[in-house]
């Protein structure tokens, strides 16, 4: 598990099964190309609680979902969480393999994460409200 991982703090999450699968088959296709975002969502997906597709609390953001967040410089951004092939920062919408996609998924509304951007500098982003 990548130091990064270890040494913030990861609250409970939950994971859809469809969601995990795609995932998890994403970020290990993503190893070579995107290592550090791979690796975190991995561990994203190793200490998630994984449920039936139609489990999944409306509260928690999914893939799809829209979240609004605060991060810790104050700022309160709204973005709908999508594949890759589907990011369009003009659209509000990001990509699970940027750091903040792979620290949002799995949180429920009031859930707070800390995670590492790429430029090594920690932050910490809380969930305000998921709209599924």
Request: aromatic residues 4%.
């Amino acid at each position: 598990m990548p130091a990064l991982v270890r040494n913030r703090s990861v609250p409970n999450i939950v994971v859809s099964n469809a969601d995990y699968e795609r995932l998890t088959d994403l970020a290990t296709a993503s190893l070579e190309r995107l290592p550090e975002v791979a690796e975190e969502l991995l561990a994203e997906m190793d200490r998630a609680k994984i449920v039936g597709d139609d489990n999944v609390p409306e509260n928690v953001v999914r893939m799809g979902s829209t979240v609004t967040f605060k991060s810790d410089d104050g700022r309160q951004r709204t973005e709908t969480l999508v594949y890759p092939v589907d990011e369009d920062s003009d659209a509000h919408k990001i990509s699970v393999m940027t750091p903040v996609g792979a620290a949002l998924i799995g949180l429920a509304e009031g859930q707070s994460i800390s995670w590492t951007a790429r430029d090594g500098r920690k932050h910490e982003l809380t969930v305000v409200k998921v709209k599924q």
